[in-house]
């Protein structure tokens, strides 16, 4: 079992930035591939940004360039930080985890993140 906690989210202006942490425990951390996913109403949870266990890492078209994930693995935590923020970013941001051993999927409970234009 992994559990996840996000924070950070909130309210920022359009070309501002904020930072998302997720924090982890439950498993051996370092060996997941950790990723954070976006949603709005009505639209399907997409993913926006992965990193694996060698470091190595994904991002969605639309944010990269101005997204950067990172995870701290002596502090079990993967990290979001967002510039440039445009106002199509704004959505509801969910921690994700992909347990090494059991290829289980595992979500945080979300955090707003809302961008005015």
């Known amino acids: 079992q992994v559990q996840l906690v996000e924070s950070g989210g909130g309210l920022v202006q359009a070309g501002g930035s904020l930072r998302l942490s997720c924090a982890a425990s439950g498993s051996i951390f370092s060996s997941n591939a950790m990723g954070w996913y976006r949603q709005i109403p009505g639209k399907q949870r997409e993913l926006v940004a992965r990193?694996?266990?060698?470091?190595?890492?994904y991002y969605a078209a639309s944010v990269k360039g101005r997204f950067t994930i990172s995870r701290n693995n002596a502090k079990n935590t993967v990290y979001l930080q967002m510039s440039s923020l445009k106002f199509e970013d704004t959505a509801v941001y969910y921690c994700?985890?992909?347990?090494?051993?059991?290829?289980?999927?595992?979500w945080g409970q979300g955090t707003q993140v809302t961008v005015s234009s």
């Open positions: 990193i694996f266990s060698d470091g190595s890492t």
């Open positions: 994700n985890a992909i347990e090494s051993t059991t290829s289980n999927n595992y």
